[in-house]
């Protein structure tokens, strides 16, 4: 019930979703002819209020479009919530001493083409390459891959399974990754995680690799669940140089839309988490 509520949360109170439902509704109130009376001044004023009224609809949808997909604004937004920890490259030198031995890489990165046969890394797919890199650097000794399904109907495609032989293709030693492929959110993740080193009788702090608009999340649920952990965030979605040119200011952008519903699917996330005492 938990992880069907969160998903329809994030439908619910996705921008787009109430830009739809306001135009929707303007056009209904446009359209409507059934009722209007005889009399012609009462006619007047009833298809005044009609337009009043769907004028306002839109001018909420636009309103909500302009700040939604403001650039600057999703921008601003985006740095200060994911902070700069773990910014400096797998690749830096001076990184290797610093990172704990065993690597956690949360799911959400990896797709796999079945008609083409081919895997694909996603947005965010950034994760995938700082555990892997990891291991190929020597810099992690294992690496756990955690991610099951996160479809509520369809559980054919289990990431960790298709990512595990991803890093096998790419050359990694298969006896360096560990998975676990029944999580479907990040509480499961965090849970499962430590069921694991558990049983692999691993104490000490994992490297906790993730988006850094989800670290936030993440680390609240494996501070929860007793994991020990040093934060790796990758996958940075904002841009610190602040580079805006004019439109920026003043054309809504699809791709600030899509960042800020991924900032509110992580906000309604640490709420629900909180309220069901998970976080």
Known sequence: MFF???????????????????????????NLRETVPQNKFKKWFYL???KRNARKNLSYAIVILFLCGNSVL???????????????????????STLPKTAVVLGGYLGYDRVRNRYRLMDAG??????????????????????????????????????????????????KIIIDPKARNTYENAVYTKHLLDS?????????????????????????????????RAHFTSSKDRNYSLSSFIVPSAGAIDKLGD?????????????????
């Open 48 to 50: 005044y209020l009609q």
């Open 263 to 279: 900032l509110m699917h992580e906000w309604i996330g640490i709420m629900t988490y909180k309220i069901s005492g998970k976080g």
């Open 4 to 30: 069907i509520l969160s998903k329809v949360l994030s439908f619910l109170l996705s921008p787009l979703f109430w830009v739809s439902i306001l135009v929707v509704i303007a056009l209904i109130k446009l």
């Open 200 to 232: 692999l009788k691993i104490k000490e702090p994992v490297c906790l690799i993730t988006s850094a608009s989800h670290m936030n999340r993440s680390a609240m649920c494996y501070k929860k669940v007793g994991v020990p952990f040093v934060e790796y």
């Open 74 to 96: 999703i921008n601003e937004l985006n740095i200060w919530w994911e902070g700069s920890e773990g910014s400096e490259s797998i690749l830096d030198v001076s990184v290797k």
């Open 126 to 175: 950034d994760r995938f390459m700082v555990g892997f890199q990891g291991i190929q650097l020597g810099k992690f000794d294992r690496v756990i891959l955690s991610g099951g399904s996160s479809s509520i109907i369809n559980h054919v495609y289990y990431e960790a399974v298709e990512a595990r032989k991803y890093m096998i293709s790419l050359g990694v030693d298969s006896n």
